[in-house]
Nanobody, 124 residues
Framework: QVQLVESGGGLVQAGGSLRLSCAAS????????RGWFRQAPGKEREFVAA????????IYADSVKGRFTISRDAAKNTMYLQMNSLKPEDTAVYYC?????????????????WGQGTQVTVSS
């Protein structure tokens, strides 16, 4: 059974950093892109960042560009999101997902496997 498990969330002060991990088990996803999304209370889920199957191409939401970095380790079947200069508005549950294609995608309907999410809270 395919499973995605996020970890690394927590409480951090504004300006701090966190690194999220998304480990995949049950099968490898080397041929598919992966992405990070987030959902704040009372808001819709939004795109954060995505990476291609090869890891060569990445895309970011404007709100996190220059602060967040997405990466993947094929050997570990794990994806990461390094989050620096965190802001209170980054507070949300963060989800990782595997897309249906090799290219990175911004739209949630492009993704077919989702993790359960990890809470990130940034205090001011």
């Amino acid at each position: 059974q395919v499973q995605l498990v996020e970890s690394g969330g927590g409480l951090v002060q504004a300006g701090g950093s966190l690194r999220l991990s998304c480990a995949a088990s049950g099968r490898t996803f080397s041929d598919y892109g992966r992405g990070w999304f987030r959902q704040a209370p009372g808001k819709e889920r939004e795109f954060v960042a995505a990476i291609s199957s090869s890891g060569a191409t990445t895309i970011y939401a404007d709100s996190v560009k220059g602060r967040f970095t997405i990466s993947r380790d094929a050997a570990k079947n794990t994806m990461y999101l390094q989050m620096n200069s965190l802001k209170p508005e980054d507070t949300a549950v963060y989800y990782c997902a595997v897309s249906m294609a090799g290219v990175p995608a911004k739209f949630s309907w492009s993704y077919r496997n989702w993790g359960q999410g990890t809470q990130v809270t940034v205090s001011s």
